[in-house]
C-alpha cells in the first residue's frame, strides 16, 4: 500500500519564478491538504481540497494556488517566488468520510529560493 | 485565531530519565494530534487523542488530553537516545472530518548518554 508521495524530493528556484509541486494522497484517500514548513517552524496550513474544490485556506497571498484532479492526486502552485518562501512544503491525505481524522504526511519537497 | 503553544522548545535529557512536553491551545477542540519529526523528513503520526481524558501510549511515549484545561501532555518513559527528534503537537477543529491542523512551534528533544 502506496503511502503518500510527493515530487520533486528538492527544488532550487530564483526568485520571481514559478513552481509547481505535485503530491500523491494514500490509497483509498480523497482528502489532500498542504502544509509549509520554514525551518525551525510548525507547519503552517495553506489549504485543503476535496471534490476537485479548494475547502479551506489559511492565511496564505494568491500567489498559492492548488488543483486536485480526479484522481486525489494533486499540485501546489506558487508564482512570483519570493526568498521567504524557501521551506519544506508538506502534503497530507485523508479521508473525508473515514471518520478516524487521521492525517498521513508525504515526505515533503524542500524548495530553496534564491 | 487559534494558537498552540509548546513547552519546553528545547529538551536535552539523560538517558534514562522521565520527561513531560506540555501542549496548550486557546480554543475548544477535542482533537489533538502529536507528530515526531527527524532532521529534514516529514512527520510522523504517534498519537491522535479524540476527547477529553483520552490517554495513548506507545512503547516510552504516554500522550493524554484535558479537553477543559485545553492541555496535553506527552510524557516520555525512561528515555532512550532513538528518541531524540522534534515533537510538534497539532490542533484539528471541533467538527466535521480530518481537516485543518494548527501546530505548535515545536519541543525539540535531545536524549545524551
Known amino acids: 500500500d502506496a503511502g503518500v508521495t510527493q515530487s520533486p524530493t528538492h527544488l532550487i528556484k530564483t526568485r520571481g519564478q514559478q513552481v509547481t509541486l505535485r503530491c500523491s494522497p494514500k490509497?483509498?484517500?480523497?482528502?489532500v491538504s498542504w502544509y509549509q514548513q520554514a525551518l525551525g517552524q510548525g507547519p503552517q496550513f495553506i489549504f485543503q481540497?476535496?471534490?476537485?474544490?479548494?475547502?479551506q485556506r489559511g492565511n496564505f497571498p494568491d500567489r498559492f494556488s492548488g488543483h486536485q484532479f480526479p484522481n486525489y492526486s494533486s499540485e501546489l502552485n506558487v508564482n512570483a517566488l519570493l526568498l521567504g518562501d524557501s521551506a519544506l512544503y508538506l502534503c497530507?491525505?485523508?479521508?473525508?468520510?473515514?471518520?478516524?481524522?487521521?492525517?498521513?504526511f508525504g515526505p515533503g519537497t524542500r524548495l530553496t529560493v534564491t | 485565531e487559534l494558537k498552540v503553544e509548546q513547552n519546553p522548545l528545547f529538551l536535552s535529557m539523560q538517558e534514562g530519565k522521565n520527561y513531560t512536553i506540555y501542549c496548550n491551545y486557546s480554543t475548544t477542540s477535542d482533537r489533538l494530534y502529536w507528530y515526531r519529526q527527524d532532521p529534514g523528513k516529514s512527520l510522523e503520526s504517534l498519537f491522535v487523542l479524540l476527547s477529553n481524558g483520552a490517554v495513548k501510549q506507545e512503547g516510552r511515549l504516554m500522550a493524554s488530553l484535558d479537553t477543559k484545561a485545553r492541555l496535553s501532555t506527552l510524557h516520555i518513559t525512561a528515555a532512550v537516545h532513538d528518541l531524540s527528534a522534534t515533537y510538534f503537537c497539532?490542533?484539528?477543529?471541533?467538527?466535521?472530518?480530518?481537516?485543518?491542523?494548527?501546530f505548535g512551534t515545536g519541543t525539540r528533544l535531545q536524549v545524551t548518554l
Open positions: 490509497s483509498g484517500h480523497d482528502t
Open positions: 497530507a491525505s485523508s479521508h473525508r468520510n473515514l471518520g478516524s481524522y487521521e492525517q498521513y
Open positions: 481540497y476535496y471534490e476537485e474544490e479548494e475547502r
Open positions: 497539532a490542533v484539528g477543529p471541533d467538527t466535521g472530518t480530518a481537516s485543518k491542523l494548527t
